[in-house]
Nanobody, 119 residues
Framework: QVQLVESGGGLVQPGESLRLSCAASGTIFQISSMGWYRQAPGKQRELVAIVLSGSIAKYADSVKDRFTISRDNAKNTVYLQMMSLKPEDTAVYYC?????????????WGQGTQVTVSS
């Protein structure tokens, strides 16, 4: 079992910054990717940013040049630095870890953390 604990959400004004953290614990053999998704009210969950093995990062077009994802392999932790936040960034942000054990591949999700951008 892999547990993900997220932190760092909150209420900020447009233009401000937030940093989300997600720490993975439990029986972890090999992490393939760590990423952040978000879901706004009435919308589908969407990929925000993901970092693959080898530190290759990919971003949604809507957050490029504003968000930065990073990964600390020693701590099994992924971060999302969010700059220049906009009201449309308001959503519940979920951490996701894809990990392998033997021949199986598993996907684990965090409980979500609310990010609200409002003046």
């Amino acid at each position: 079992q892999v547990q993900l604990v997220e932190s760092g959400g909150g209420l900020v004004q447009p233009g401000e910054s937030l940093r989300l953290s997600c720490a993975a614990s439990g029986t972890i053999f090999q992490i393939s990717s760590m990423g952040w998704y978000r879901q706004a009210p009435g919308k589908q969950r969407e990929l925000v940013a993901i970092v693959l093995s080898g530190s290759i990062a990919k971003y949604a077009d809507s957050v490029k040049d504003r968000f930065t994802i990073s990964r600390d392999n020693a701590k099994n932790t992924v971060y999302l630095q969010m700059m220049s936040l906009k009201p449309e960034d308001t959503a519940v942000y979920y951490c996701n870890v894809v990990h392998k054990r033997g021949t199986g591949t598993f996907s684990s999700w965090g409980q979500g953390t609310q990010v609200t951008v409002s003046s």
